[in-house]
């Protein structure tokens, strides 16, 4: 089946040559307001527009147009963003990509708690699953589409891509306040051929920030809830800047809460800015710029039998005990980054348009974890060293702070450009390079006898500082792609195919003595052919087909390199297999989007080899979480999905999604000792059925939310004799517009209640094990089972928040 997709490839004249983008992020128009009662507020999401003219449905996803000036009547007035145009009440916006897409925009975005995060707000969507931490969104980036995890979709924010580089974790929380954010667009089966991913085996997310307006003024927000829960956010709008054609925006909040269960919460400090500089027709420059700051305490992940004994009561130590490493101010997190993206769009000539978006990235820790280390006798890599005088001797051991500063940077320039050779024959090329270096060098801090200290020394053994690892990674990627779209019939039928091929060359070094091997490197090539076909049955019917391929490059520094400790001589983590994943899917789908409701159906079916099932682990003797992945061999995976939208009738918008996936793997794994019979058993973390019903209300003063997510059990274990229980979770939003005082526009206040129920449950494996039960491999050998570690899920939270214009 490879091969015949390649020959599909080459038989549609596609053929390697130029270089691949992720630039094409689809811009809806933008919203001019007209006369009395109109929306006032400019937003990059206009949401159920039609599709703009000569807007071509491609393996590209959607082309860029130029932006677009519609004027929309009998809208609400709000400062939030709002229209209540888009069907499900924000969760439907029209799709044309020939392709299983959804979305959500303001609409229901503006009316989730202004805590949420990307990940969260798109639980509702057909395929989507969101395994929180958190009740109220802040943390989390723990999401699977069709079986496959956040690390294995692809995230663009504003035409880049901002997920980790090496590990694909999203860190969501870290790009964009919900306040600024305009539209969220999802692809649940497969990526844009010019999406600059090499990690997208399981579909794509892309994320656009609100564009400025053009008025002059600002919005602010404060709020509060339970947990101690608080967020303050302030955007000022510059308006229009003379004759220039540049505005912009610029925007701060903070941040916190105390955790749900055990001791200590999170703080978080993020600055937004956006400036948008438009000339001609269809030219633009904008300059997006993203700090975070943010500090949590590390959630403690119990196994299934550590819940059933202590539910909500596993946590880390609230009070400080010489020697205790699970103290919870020795476990924490920091998710800190600063992010550059110049998105430009250009039309060279009537039928020649240039995307370009250079970007750049700055994602650092440290993160921290309690241990226990030999005071004498214990290990640097492998060899052994003497007696430590620092910290506290307690039994043999001091306690320590192991620290992990990880720092890494990307750079990275997207370039494509859409050549119209004729009316109906579109001709798309382009290139993607991007340069990361990261750098990881573990260190331990003594921690004294009152519990403080561990921001003091660093251990040393003979004037080098005692670590775990000393990691250097240089990586390097380069993609290109052609693509051609013909349409015919009068534009009724729209045949697309492109050709990508994808270059990573990585290249690591471990320093700590005894590292073997001290230097790895992985390169890999892959050509990714795409094709897409669909017909416009009438003005409002759609059907599509495509056959699609993807890869991923092995996950993590991890997989590249040995982790030790000093409490073992020997590494305690192995490299992975640095084979890729790759994946090949076809879909078949249906979509209506008519004047009362939107509906899309569809089927799809992908096959991978070597899939890499994402797991995490503790080093042994610590409170320290490495990224594990382990590889399956294959997988078959195939569903159906749909999702059902109204528009709004006597202020009421009903929406329904659901999801029915079968997925199984098609290997007998391989234990390192003999082989588990695991062909044929259901893929880990791949729920059989998944639904969520919405039902939004809008009079312009009183409006409100109610959503209802079912997720059905999941296999944590190979073997699948161990799985985590179905859920069921809602949500409900209240709230009131008043009327504008002066300066104040649209005041509001809003209520958002979260897991109305209280309902305790485990939202999603943290770790996967071959077997929960110890077991007899194929050579005889005796496998020792472990148990999977679970997510747990918040509980009832309450966030009323007051928001105002200006």
């Given amino acids: 089946m490879r091969v015949s997709l390649r020959q599909i490839s080459v038989s549609c004249t596609v053929l390697i040559g130029l270089f691949g983008l992720g630039a094409h992020a689809q811009t809806a128009p933008k ?348 290990y640097y890599g492998t060899q052994q060293y003497g007696t430590i005088t620092a910290g506290t001797n307690v039994n043999g051991n001091i306690l320590t702070s192991s620290r992990d500063p990880w720092n890494q940077k990307t750079g990275g320039i997207n370039v494509s450009a859409d050549w119209a050779i004729t009316k109906s024959n579109t001709f798309s090329f382009g290139w993607w390079y991007a340069y990361t270096t990261h750098e990881e060098l573990s260190d331990f801090r003594p921690v004294y006898a009152n519990g403080q200290g561990w921001s003091g020394d660093v251990i040393t053994v003979n004037g080098k500082i005692l670590s775990g690892y000393d990691l250097n990674f240089v990586q390097q990627v380069n993609t290109l792609f052609i693509a051609d779209t013909q349409k015919l019939f009068h534009d009724k039928l729209t045949l697309s195919a492109g050709f990508r091929v994808a270059m990573v060359s990585r290249q690591g070094t471990n320093l700590i003595p005894g590292a073997d091997p001290y230097k790895l490197q992985g390169n890999y090539f892959e050509p990714l052919p795409q094709f897409a076909a669909s017909y416009q049955i009438t003005p409002h019917d759609q059907v599509y087909i495509n056959g699609t391929t993807s890869f991923r490059a092995p996950e993590s520094v991890e997989a590249y390199s040995q982790i030790f400790d000093p409490n073992s001589s020997h590494a305690v983590e192995q490299p992975s297999s640095l084979k890729p994943e790759y994946s090949i899917g076809e879909e078949i789908g249906y979509r209506h989007q008519g004047s009362f409701y939107n509906f899309q159906a569809s089927f799809f079916n992908y096959n991978m080899t070597n899939h890499q099932v994402t797991s995490s682990g503790y080093i042994p003797n610590t409170n320290m979480l490495i990224s594990s992945p382990i590889n399956v061999g294959g997988e078959t995976a195939r569903g159906v999905q749909a999702e059902l939208g109204f528009k709004r009738w006597h202020h009421f918008a009903p929406y329904f999604s659901g999801q029915y996936l079968h997925a199984t793997f098609d290997n007998n794994y391989n234990t390192g000792s003999g082989l588990l019979p695991t062909a044929g058993k259901t893929a880990v973390g791949s729920p059989k059925f998944t639904g969520a019903i919405g039902l939004s209300y809008d009079d312009g003063t009183y409006f409100g939310n109610f959503q209802l997510r079912y997720v059905d059990t999941q296999y944590t274990t190979f073997m699948n004799d161990q799985k985590m229980p179905a859920y069921l979770t809602s949500d409900v939003t209240l709230g009131y517009r008043f009327k504008s005082y002066g300066r104040v526009r649209h005041p509001q206040i809003q209520l958002n209640l979260m897991n109305i129920g209280d309902n305790k449950y485990l939202s999603g494996a943290a770790s996967y094990t071959a077997s929960a039960n110890s077991r007899v491999t194929s050579t005889g050998a005796t496998y020792a089972g472990s148990s999977p570690t679970y997510m747990v899920a918040g509980n009832f939270a309450a966030f009323v928040s007051l928001s105002a214009g200006f």
């Fill in 31 to 378: 919203v001019k307001a007209v006369g009395k009662g109109n929306v006032r507020h400019t937003s990059s999401a206009a949401p159920d527009a039609p599709a703009a003219s000569g807007l071509s449905a491609s393996v590209l996803g959607q082309f860029t147009q130029a932006p677009e000036e519609i004027s929309v009547k009998g809208g609400v007035q709000a400062a939030t963003g709002i229209t209540n145009r888009t069907p499900g009440g924000g969760l439907m916006p029209v799709q044309t990509a020939p392709r299983s897409q959804s979305g959500i925009t303001r609409d229901f975005i503006a009316k989730q708690s202004p805590t949420s995060n990307i990940a969260s707000l798109i639980a509702d969507l057909p395929g989507a699953t969101m395994s929180s931490q958190d009740p109220l969104g802040m943390t989390g980036d723990h999401i699977t589409m069709r079986g496959m995890n956040e690390t294995q979709i692809g995230y663009l924010f504003e035409g880049a891509p901002l997920a980790d580089p090496i590990n694909y974790a999203p860190y969501t929380t870290m790009l964009v306040d919900s306040e600024n954010l305009g539209s969220v667009t999802v692809s649940q089966g497969q990526p844009d051929l010019n999406a600059p991913f090499y990690n997208a085996v399981g579909g794509q997310i892309t994320a656009t920030e609100m564009n400025p307006s053009h008025k002059a003024g600002g919005f602010i927000e404060a709020g509060g809830g339970t947990h101690s829960a608080n967020k303050e956010f302030l955007r000022l709008e510059t308006g229009d800047i003379g004759n220039t054609g540049i505005r912009g925006f610029v925007s701060f909040s903070h941040s916190g809460y105390n955790n749900f269960r055990g001791p200590g919460g999170l703080f978080r400090y993020h600055l937004d800015s956006k400036f948008v500089k438009e000339w001609g027709q269809g030219n633009s420059i904008a300059a997006v710029f993203s700090y975070n700051r943010q500090e949590a305490t590390s959630w403690r992940e119990p196994t299934k039998a550590q819940w059933k004994e202590y539910g909500l009561g596993f946590n880390y130590a609230s009070q400080f005990t010489p020697g205790e490493s699970t103290y919870y101010k020795l476990n924490r997190s920091n998710l800190n980054s600063q992010l550059i993206v110049l998105p430009m769009h250009f039309t060279l000539a009537d039928k020649l348009k240039l995307q370009v978006t250079p970007y750049y990235v700055h994602q650092f820790g440290p993160s921290l974890g309690g241990e226990n280390i030999p005071a004498s006798g214990g």
